[in-house]
Each structure stands twice: as structure tokens, then as C-alpha cells.
């Protein structure tokens, strides 16, 4: 599911808190700070490795969590570079600024690519579905890419891997719009194939790849039909990298700022945030959700009924007659789709917990989703009255 130098470091991380015979809380922490050195050491970023963690991963700020991914970030950030001499994955070189008049086009950039990264996401978590359809047992789905990369080995095979090649050659060169749209097409399915099949690879890179070439055909495409420079194109590609990983995996600040540590000019901040900030905006209006997040769910299948449309409170009376009258609400077959949140009893209203002992003249304040709001009412209804 991510890049699997990020796994690595994890996997270190959590090897020595084993080694360090520390608490559960202190193995969290050192396997978050061995997955920032692994993305750091792989795309000599240190910060975004960082932010990967916090963002992505976490959803908070911890001051601990904070400094010690920092420090491993940093540390590993500083071996691949002065002791290995390794240079960043996605190294560009003297990348032009944007001038300010082509910010227009930033902007209709960044819609498409949440657009397309709404596609990417549903493509991606219909991916099991499909591959049931083929009516092979799971451990035979690798046969599948197996068998379609042999073509594509033999005549394409400087478009296989990772990817970063074909990003680095995207800053260099200018290609034709017919192999652009090739190259993403085949991108973007062999991608899709061989996720699905559970083949380890994993998703960050293919998606800066996708967002690179995306980037690139728009770039040509304002460059033929519009007259801007085609010394720009390389710009929207880097661009495009940000904005594709935004919209995808809804980290924004992770994605500006791995693609700023990666070109090593900070000029290129503003654009990178209008085009990410376009995205994000565009893909949550269609609805979309962080893919690392929806992989998550669904492989933990967490079945806890959530909230999807509208919640809505609602009043429910126990009345003389009902079996709520005299119950612990612990010992009442609650449905499973709402929450009981509280209970006016007279002028007072009462917070609710197990031992809460419901009486007649009691109205309970009832939390669910407005689709749910009858079928809730009608259980409740149906399980008080049993055994009257």
C-alpha cells in the first residue's frame, strides 16, 4: 500500500522497539519514526517524511511523535546523503519559475486532477470485485499481471519499475501528445492490474508518476493551443505531482513540500499549493476520501455503522406501557445504527451510561442518520412492546 522503502523503515523501527523491550505506546512511536527515514532516505525529504507521518498517518501533532520523526527523518536524510552520496529519487534540476499570468491554468489543472484522482480512488476499491469476476482462487490473481507484463517487458521495457524514470525523463524532454496519453493509459491500467492482483509495488509512486504525465499532456496541450512556452511543460508536471497525490491521498501539506524538498527551490511553493489546493477541493466535492484510509477500512472491515448522510436527533417517549419503563439501558437490544445521547426527565436533562435506569414520562434524545430516522423509530417501537 505505500512505498515500500516506507514499509522498510517501519519494519526497522518496529524491530527495535522489540530489541528495546518498550511499551506499546513506544513502539508506535518508533515505527512512525522508522517509516519518515524510510520515505526520507528514499526521496531525501526529510520534512515530508515527516508530514507523511503526522498527517497521513496520525491526524495529530504530538510534540513527541513530532521530534523524534524528525530526528530519525533527518538522521537518515543525512547517512543517504554525505556517507552514501545518494541523490533524491525525483531529482530536477534548475526548474524555471512559473510566471505569474499562466496561474489561470493552475488553477483548471488542479479541478482535472481531482477529478481524475476521484477516478483513481474508485477504480482502485473496485479493484477486489473485478478480480472475483474471473473465477480464479486469490492466490492465482498474480498470474494475471504475470502474463500481460511479458508484452510489455519486451517491447516497452523502459516504461516499467517505479517510475521515477519516466518522471526524471518528463523534466528533461518534451514528448508527443499521442505518447503521453500512451504512456498514461498504459500506466495507469498495468497500475490498476496489478494492485488488484496483491502484488507488492504499492501506490506512492505510481501516483506521482500518473500525476507527472498528467501534468505533462497538459502542459503540451496549453503549449499547442495556447502559446506557452514549452520550457513550462516540466512546471505542470511537477505541479501535477502534488496536486494528483493531494487530491488521492487528501495530504496536502505532505505533498507540497515532498515536491518542494525534491526540486530544492522554494520559488515553486505557490503554484505547487494553488494546484493541490484546486484538487483537494474538487476531489472532496465529488465525494472522494483518502485512499490510505479507505485501504485501511477495508482491510481491518470495520463494520461499525457510521453517519452518511444527514444526523438528526430525534425525541422517543417511554410511556407507561412500555418495557423501557424500570430498564437498565444497558439491558435493552438497542439498534445498532444510533446512539443514545441523553434523557429529559422532567426539566433536567440527563447524560446517559449502562447503569442508567430508564423510567415512564422519560423522553430519549436519540443521535442517527436521517436515512435511518423511521426504520430506528420502528425497532424501538416494535422491541418495547414485546412481552406486553
Same mark, same amino acid.
Given at each position: 500500500?505505500?512505498?515500500?522503502?516506507?514499509?522498510?523503515?517501519?519494519?526497522?523501527?518496529?524491530?527495535?522497539?522489540?530489541?528495546?523491550?518498550?511499551?506499546?505506546? !513506544?513502539?508506535?512511536?518508533?515505527?512512525?519514526?522508522?517509516?519518515?527515514?524510510? &520515505?526520507?532516505?528514499?526521496?531525501?525529504? %526529510?520534512?515530508?517524511?515527516?508530514?507523511?507521518?503526522?498527517? !497521513?498517518?496520525?491526524?495529530?501533532?504530538?510534540?513527541?511523535?513530532?521530534?523524534?520523526?524528525?530526528?530519525?527523518?533527518?538522521?537518515?536524510?543525512?547517512?543517504?546523503?554525505?556517507?552514501?552520496?545518494?541523490?533524491?529519487?525525483?531529482?530536477?534540476? !534548475?526548474?524555471?519559475?512559473?510566471?505569474?499570468?499562466?496561474?489561470?491554468?493552475?488553477?483548471?489543472?488542479?479541478?482535472?486532477?481531482?477529478?481524475?484522482?476521484?477516478?483513481?480512488?474508485?477504480?482502485?476499491?473496485?479493484?477486489?470485485?473485478?478480480?472475483?469476476?474471473?473465477?480464479?482462487?486469490?492466490?492465482?490473481?498474480?498470474?494475471? %499481471?504475470?502474463?500481460?507484463?511479458? %508484452?510489455?517487458?519486451?517491447?516497452?521495457?523502459?516504461? &516499467?519499475?517505479?517510475?521515477?524514470?519516466?518522471?526524471?525523463?518528463?523534466?528533461?524532454?518534451?514528448?508527443?501528445?499521442?505518447?503521453?496519453?500512451?504512456?498514461?493509459?498504459? =500506466?495507469?491500467?498495468?497500475?490498476?492490474?496489478?494492485?488488484?492482483?496483491?502484488?507488492?509495488?504499492?501506490?506512492?509512486?505510481?501516483?506521482?508518476?500518473?500525476?507527472?504525465?498528467?501534468?505533462?499532456?497538459?502542459?503540451?496541450?496549453?503549449?499547442?493551443?495556447?502559446?506557452?512556452?514549452?520550457?513550462?511543460? =516540466? +512546471?505542470?508536471?511537477?505541479?501535477?505531482?502534488?496536486?494528483?497525490?493531494?487530491?488521492?491521498?487528501?495530504?496536502?501539506?505532505?505533498?507540497?513540500?515532498?515536491?518542494?524538498?525534491?526540486?530544492?527551490?522554494?520559488?515553486?511553493?505557490?503554484?505547487?499549493?494553488?494546484?493541490?489546493?484546486?484538487?483537494?477541493?474538487?476531489?472532496?466535492?465529488?465525494?472522494?476520501?483518502?485512499?490510505?484510509?479507505?485501504?485501511?477500512?477495508?482491510?481491518?472491515?470495520?463494520?461499525?455503522?457510521?453517519?452518511?448522510?444527514?444526523?438528526?436527533?430525534?425525541?422517543?417517549?417511554?410511556?407507561?406501557?412500555?418495557?423501557? +419503563?424500570?430498564?437498565?439501558?444497558? +439491558?435493552?437490544?438497542? %439498534?445498532? !445504527?444510533? &446512539?443514545?445521547?441523553?434523557?429529559?426527565?422532567?426539566?433536567?436533562?440527563? &447524560?446517559?451510561?449502562?447503569?442508567?435506569?430508564?423510567?415512564?414520562? +422519560?423522553?430519549?434524545?436519540?443521535?442517527?442518520?436521517?436515512?435511518?430516522?423511521?426504520?430506528? =423509530?420502528?425497532?424501538?417501537?416494535?422491541?418495547?412492546?414485546?412481552?406486553?
Amino acid at each position: 500500500m505505500l512505498l515500500p522503502d516506507y514499509q522498510l523503515g517501519a519494519t526497522v523501527g518496529q524491530g527495535f522497539g522489540h530489541f528495546f523491550k518498550a511499551t506499546p505506546a !513506544e513502539k508506535k512511536i518508533f515505527i512512525s519514526s522508522g517509516a519518515a527515514a524510510g &520515505l526520507s532516505a528514499a526521496f531525501n525529504a %526529510p520534512v515530508a517524511g515527516l508530514l507523511f507521518v503526522l498527517e !497521513e498517518i496520525h491526524h495529530s501533532f504530538s510534540p513527541l511523535m513530532w521530534i523524534t520523526s524528525l530526528t530519525a527523518a533527518l538522521s537518515a536524510n543525512l547517512i543517504s546523503l554525505n556517507f552514501f552520496g545518494l541523490k533524491p529519487v525525483l531529482f530536477f534540476s !534548475e526548474v524555471p519559475s512559473l510566471p505569474l499570468k499562466y496561474y489561470g491554468h493552475l488553477i483548471l489543472l488542479g479541478a482535472l486532477l481531482g477529478i481524475f484522482g476521484f477516478i483513481y480512488q474508485k477504480v482502485l476499491l473496485s479493484l477486489a470485485s473485478w478480480y472475483q469476476k474471473t473465477h480464479l482462487p486469490e492466490f492465482l490473481y498474480g498470474l494475471i %499481471p504475470f502474463i500481460l507484463i511479458i %508484452p510489455i517487458g519486451i517491447f516497452f521495457p523502459h516504461y &516499467l519499475g517505479g517510475g521515477n524514470q519516466i518522471i526524471i525523463s518528463l523534466g528533461l524532454n518534451n514528448f508527443s501528445m499521442q505518447f503521453l496519453l500512451g504512456l498514461f493509459l498504459l =500506466r495507469f491500467v498495468f497500475s490498476m492490474i496489478s494492485y488488484g492482483a496483491s502484488l507488492p509495488g504499492g501506490i506512492f509512486l505510481p501516483i506521482l508518476t500518473l500525476g507527472a504525465i498528467i501534468g505533462a499532456i497538459y502542459g503540451t496541450l496549453i503549449h499547442q493551443f495556447f502559446g506557452v512556452e514549452s520550457i513550462y511543460i =516540466r +512546471d505542470f508536471a511537477i505541479f501535477a505531482m502534488a496536486a494528483y497525490f493531494t487530491a488521492i491521498g487528501k495530504a496536502p501539506l505532505t505533498a507540497i513540500i515532498l515536491v518542494t524538498e525534491m526540486v530544492g527551490n522554494i520559488t515553486h511553493l505557490m503554484p505547487l499549493a494553488v494546484c493541490s489546493l484546486c484538487a483537494y477541493i474538487m476531489n472532496d466535492w465529488l465525494g472522494g476520501n483518502p485512499i490510505y484510509e479507505s485501504l485501511l477500512e477495508r482491510l481491518v472491515k470495520h463494520n461499525s455503522p457510521s453517519i452518511t448522510g444527514i444526523k438528526t436527533v430525534f425525541e422517543f417517549p417511554v410511556n407507561a406501557e412500555s418495557n423501557l +419503563d424500570g430498564i437498565l439501558v444497558r +439491558d435493552f437490544n438497542w %439498534p445498532q !445504527e444510533m &446512539l443514545l445521547i441523553s434523557i429529559l426527565r422532567g426539566s433536567n436533562e440527563l &447524560l446517559t451510561h449502562g447503569d442508567t435506569v430508564m423510567k415512564a414520562g +422519560d423522553i430519549l434524545m436519540i443521535l442517527t442518520d436521517e436515512g435511518n430516522l423511521s426504520n430506528i =423509530r420502528k425497532s424501538i417501537t416494535t422491541y418495547s412492546q414485546l412481552n406486553q
